[in-house]
Each structure stands twice: as C-alpha cells, then as structure tokens.
C-alpha cells in the first residue's frame, strides 16, 4: 500500500454563509464560503425566501416583458390591418379607390 496518499485533513475548517453565520468543520480544505446554511435554509427555519444567486427572476421578469410588448405590437398591427381591410371591402372595387384618391388630390389643388 502507498504511504502518504491521502490529503491531509484539517480539524478546524471555517464554513462562511452568506447570510454571515460561521460553524467549524473538517475538511481537506482550510475556509469554505457557502450561500445557503441551516441557519437561513428555508426548510429549517419556515420562511419563504427566494434563493437568486444570478438574477434568475430579474431576467425572467424582463423577458416577459419583452413578450408582452411585442405581443402588444402584433395585436395592434393586427387590428390595423383589418381596419385596412375593411375599408377597402367598403368601398368597392380598386377602381373606385383610385377614382376617390384623384378626386381627392384634385380638389386639394
């Protein structure tokens, strides 16, 4: 069997949440930082709490955002479009439109 494989372990490791509570551990490391402890673990303590690391809600939150714009912009061009439609089933045949718009550009000379 090899001699001196193993890494050394060391009694008294420091772990560091975020929430600021420190606990002394053993490990193969000197400090370890964690972002999530007992102390503020929404399981032991029965508080909700949104765990966001990265920004996760943020980026949702504006994304859908985003969507809801552009659907705005889909929905009225939508609209517009029919508006446009109908006008013309209203007035009749292309020649009739074009007849209105010359008489129109005529009297406005």
């Known amino acids: 069997m090899q001699k001196d494989i193993q890494p050394k372990l060391n009694t008294n490791t420091i772990v560091t949440c975020a929430c600021g509570n420190t606990f002394v551990t053993m490990s193969t490391k000197d400090a370890i930082s964690v972002e999530i402890c007992s102390a503020c ?11 966001d690391t990265e920004g996760r809600i943020d980026k949702f939150a504006k994304k859908r955002k985003i969507a809801e714009e ?5 929905s009225e061009r939508k609209s517009s479009k029919k508006t446009a439609k109908d006008t013309l089933t209203q007035s009749g045949s ?4 074009l007849e209105e718009a010359k008489t129109e550009a005529t009297s406005k000379e």
């Open 94 to 97: 292309l020649k009739d439109l």
């Open 41 to 51: 673990h929404p399981f032991f303590t029965g508080q909700q709490k949104f765990v």
């Open 70 to 74: 552009k659907q705005k912009i889909i």
